[in-house]
């Protein structure tokens, strides 16, 4: 009796999707796979999905940004001055990215023409929240940085070791960060004067023996499920951070980078290598602009 008691821990352990209440055949097709999406897109940086069912391509090391429209077509949108880095939309369809080396985080209107929003901040990933406060993770400092409407830095934390990609919650009362090092993604109440708290190691990743926990992106979709663009592919996991599985990568590259898009928000686009990927859900994901719906 305990030795099955002990098989069967192990395969809880090794498959707790099977235990789920939201397993992947909730959000995938039958019969749908990624596709490759045709276009020129070495060294992907980050992705973006806008409000109206874009998403937005920084690639060829962040010096070009292209834009999917919601038809799946390609579009060349803007040459920043400088290498960008995390992408995000605002709730007004501006894009926002961070830009390392000149230590700012800029915006780029409709026709792709940048203004600088916040200066002297080594930024390497954004999320945006509704009513515009900025959340950024300066892996240097291994901090996150808000910034309000009026453009004042605020350090909210300095706890997450090479703080990377982050995200929000649906309801926007959560910030979601991943980091280099953790064996989880770290999640933080959002206080009512934007400081964070609360600290909580929410979603336990799956990762191999001896590598580290790279998640450089993720996004959310309409029933709060949370997608992180892993080494092993997009792990998903439900509203209560259990996991609900992997979505394995096309390739044996690590996923980059994450962003649903589309005329009905339910194609998942993912970087994988140096290839961009397309897969049509059950799953639907959140406009930028809605998100705090």
């Known amino acids: 009796m305990l030795r099955v008691l002990a098989v069967f821990v192990l395969l809880w352990a090794v498959f707790p999707a099977a ?3 939201m397993p992947l055949s909730l959000v995938l097709l039958p019969g749908e796979t990624w596709q490759l999406v045709p276009g020129d897109s070495p060294t992907v940086a980050d992705l973006a999905g806008g409000p109206n069912g874009d998403v937005y391509l920084a690639h060829h090391e962040g010096q070009q940004i292209d834009r999917i429209d919601r038809e799946g077509k390609r579009h ?3 040459r920043p001055s400088a290498p960008v880095k995390g992408l995000a939309c605002a709730p007004d369809g501006r894009l926002y990215a961070c830009q390392p080396l000149k230590k700012r985080i800029i915006a780029l209107d409709a026709k792709g023409q940048e203004s600088v929003l916040v200066e002297d901040l080594p930024a390497q990933y954004l999320a945006v929240t509704r009513n ?3 959340y950024a993770t300066v892996p240097t400092e291994n901090a996150i940085y808000r910034m309000g409407r009026d453009g004042k830095k605020q350090r909210v934390d300095q706890s997450t070791p090479t ?3 982050v995200t929000l919650w649906r309801d926007q009362g959560t910030l979601v960060v991943g980091d280099m090092e953790g064996l989880n993604l770290t999640a933080f109440r959002i206080d009512k004067d934007g400081t964070l708290s609360a600290r909580e190691q929410y979603y336990a990743l799956r990762r191999r023996v001896g590598e580290d926990g790279l998640v ?5 979709d309409s029933a709060d499920r949370l997608y992180a663009a892993t080494r092993e592919g997009v792990q998903v996991f439900d509203p209560t951070g259990r996991m609900s599985g992997v979505l394995l990568r096309p390739e044996r590259q690590p996923v980059r980078a994450v962003a649903f898009g589309g ?3 339910d194609r998942l686009y ?3 290598g140096n290839k961009l990927y397309v897969r049509k859900m059950k799953a639907k994901g959140v406009a930028a602009a809605a998100k705090a719906q």
């Open 19 to 21: 235990a789920q209440d």
């Open 76 to 78: 060349a949108f803007a």
């Open 132 to 134: 515009g406060s900025i």
């Open 163 to 165: 703080a990377l990609g």
């Open 216 to 220: 450089p992106s993720m996004t959310v």
């Open 263 to 265: 005329a009905d928000l």
């Open 270 to 272: 993912i970087a994988c």
